[in-house]
C-alpha cells in the first residue's frame, strides 16, 4: 500500500504505507539488514533487525507505524514497524 489516496503523512497522522514481502521460495531468507528506498527522493528505511527470517509462503509487512496500520487493517497480521520508513513515491 504505497502512496494510499490521500495524503501519506500530514500533521497529526502517521505514514500510513506499508509494503509486503512474502517468501514465494523454499528456503526461509533472513531479512536483516534490508532497508526500503524510494528511489525518487533517497528516503531510506531504517534496517530491518537482524534474525528477521521469513519462511517459505509466509509474509511479513513492513510499516512505519504499527498502530495505525492495525487500525486500519486489524491485528493478527504478521508486521515489523521501521523506525524510519520512507514515503514512497508513485513513480
Given amino acids: 500500500m504505497y502512496n494510499p489516496q490521500g495524503s501519506d503523512v500530514s500533521p497529526g497522522q502517521f505514514n500510513k504505507e506499508w509494503v509486503e514481502i512474502f517468501n514465494s521460495g523454499a528456503a526461509e531468507v533472513d531479512l536483516g539488514g534490508w532497508t526500503l528506498e524510494d528511489l525518487q527522493d533517497g528516503q531510506v528505511s531504517t534496517p530491518i533487525p537482524a534474525g528477521t527470517l521469513l519462511l517459505p509462503s509466509e509474509a511479513l509487512?513492513?510499516?512505519?507505524?504499527?498502530?495505525?496500520?492495525?487500525?486500519?487493517?486489524?491485528?493478527?497480521?504478521?508486521?515489523?514497524?521501521l523506525g524510519s520508513f520512507p514515503t514512497l513515491a508513485n513513480t
Fill in 61 to 81: 509487512v513492513l510499516t512505519g507505524d504499527a498502530a495505525t496500520f492495525d487500525a486500519n487493517w486489524g491485528g493478527g497480521i504478521r508486521r515489523l514497524e
